[in-house]
């Protein structure tokens, strides 16, 4: 493990605790690649997404009170 | 001078000021009716005109919303009308009745506030007694009529280190949780808002919960106000940030008719009002909110400013922005910004 993971770690951890996380629940709730890759192809499929509905550039979608339908992909029953 | 055309999807609809709390962070500093409010009839036309505007959801809040004797009417138009719709309450009118006009509604949502994880702290934060047992009793029958329920937390310095209590009640219930910051807007203190170092224990929290628990067990997702672009935690939002979206899917529509891109920003921001002007023309007016839809990268400010993820991020959260650095598109409360100096420390 380098410095710069050491550090990151010991501080997270500290952190963590703050809301009663012992050290494994805190490490394990970094970004994995798998995270990253899912992010990815969010980012495109809704930049694609706001071209399509309103040409000339990305949007995103704004939710106030997230709902049990919005855990079903891309929003069950929303579009 | 933008030539897009812009979609509202999603309208935040505050149909009344009037509200049967008096919450230590609310933006709106509800409680007392707003002069001037929307009638029926009004109501009714701005539906009409939000649907030809290509709405998609429209959410009723408050104040509370179940304290407009119409609110089941208005519910029923938007449904009928095609639209989905959210109806956002402090939970502490809901009883049978309004569980059965809920379930012919059919709505997107039902959400309910939940800022403690003991009577104490939500009664305090809430202002009112006996309202965390009012709150706990709402869930009960919104989930026994099978209505898509969903707690959303505010937190801050006095409530927020009762997540980890909040979660074991709501594990397993089909209910959706939604964790915001409170910010410095309507009657909430700066004091009380969370520290950065706070902010991002919640947001630790967040992801932890997510790693542990299934979606069916407890679909967690931190609010807009939860970002952004962290280099060591996954995102924690719904959805990807592509940046704050006031003026662009989302508009706010004041009780008395005055239109905003978001709610929570200050009456400067107030883009006209609908007893005076037609909404689709207020929407579609050029200059209006020109603060997201001309925005470029040298609308940035702070730390944002030299950030490689500003043009697309456009600062954070808007209404965190205005209301702790008086400036539009420099949110310090971003995980990209708190890494970067917890790494130079």
Redesign the interface.
């Known amino acids: 493990m380098n410095a710069?993971t050491k550090?990151?770690n010991t501080?997270?951890t500290k952190?963590?605790q703050?809301?009663?996380?012992d050290e494994t629940?805190?490490l394990?709730?970094?970004?994995?690649t798998k995270?990253i890759v899912t992010?990815a192809l969010?980012?495109g499929a809704?930049?694609l997404l706001?071209h399509l509905?309103?040409?000339?550039?990305?949007?995103?979608?704004?939710?106030?009170?997230?709902?049990?339908?919005?855990?079903q992909i891309l929003f069950g029953?929303?579009? | 001078m933008?030539?897009?055309?812009?979609?509202p999807?999603?309208v935040?609809w505050e149909t009344t000021l009037n509200c049967n709390m008096k919450c230590m962070h609310c933006g709106s500093s509800a409680g007392n009716i707003r002069r001037n409010e929307l009638t029926t009839k009004e109501g009714l036309k701005l539906c009409e005109d939000l649907n030809k505007l290509g709405t998609?959801?429209i959410?009723l809040?408050g104040g509370e919303p179940f304290l407009r004797k119409d609110w089941h009417i208005f519910a029923h138009h938007i449904r009928d009308l095609g639209m989905?719709v959210?109806i956002?309450s402090n939970g502490l009118l809901i009883n049978e009745d309004i569980i059965s006009e809920l379930v012919k509604i059919d709505p997107?949502?039902v959400?309910i506030s939940l800022d403690g994880g003991t009577p104490q702290t939500h009664n305090a934060t809430r202002g009112v007694r006996a309202s965390f047992n009012r709150c706990i009793q709402s869930l009960d029958l919104l989930t026994k009529a099978n209505l898509?329920?969903?707690v959303?937390t505010t937190v801050h310095k006095q409530n927020?280190?009762e997540?980890?209590i909040i979660r074991d009640f709501l594990i397993n219930r089909?209910?959706?949780w939604?964790i915001q910051m409170a910010t410095p807007v309507g009657r909430f203190p700066k004091s009380l808002m969370l520290s950065q170092?706070?902010f991002?224990?919640?947001a630790?929290?967040i992801?932890?919960s997510?790693?542990?628990y299934s979606?069916k067990e407890l679909?967690i997702?931190g609010?807009?106000n939860f970002g952004y672009h962290?280099q060591?935690?996954?995102?924690i939002m719904?959805?990807?940030?592509?940046?704050c979206?006031?003026g662009?899917?989302?508009m706010g529509i004041q009780s008395d008719g005055g239109v905003q891109g978001c709610l929570s920003l200050p009456d400067k921001f107030i883009e006209g009002n609908i007893r005076k002007r037609n909404l689709i023309d207020i929407w579609n007016a050029p200059k209006s909110f020109s603060y997201n839809r001309n925005f470029t990268r040298d609308d940035l400010t702070g730390e944002c400013k030299n950030c490689r993820y500003g043009k697309?991020c456009k600062g954070g959260c808007f209404t965190v922005s205005t209301s702790l650095t008086g400036e539009n598109h420099g949110d310090p409360y971003c995980l990209h910004l708190i890494e970067k100096k917890?790494?130079s420390e």
């Open positions: 710069r550090k990151i501080k997270l952190l963590g703050t809301l009663g996380l629940d805190t394990r709730a970094k970004r994995t995270n992010l969010l980012t809704f930049m706001g509905m309103m040409p000339g550039g990305p949007v995103g979608l704004y939710y106030t009170g997230v709902s049990t339908k919005d855990f029953g929303f579009f | 933008s030539k897009r055309n812009y979609i999807i999603s935040v998609r959801l959410s809040m989905n959210t956002m997107y949502a959400t898509p329920t969903t959303i927020f280190k997540l980890p089909g209910i959706a939604q170092d706070e991002y224990s919640v630790i929290f992801a932890s997510r790693k542990n979606v679909p997702i609010a807009h962290s060591i935690l996954p995102n719904l959805l990807p940030w592509i940046g979206q006031a662009l899917t989302a697309r917890m790494l």
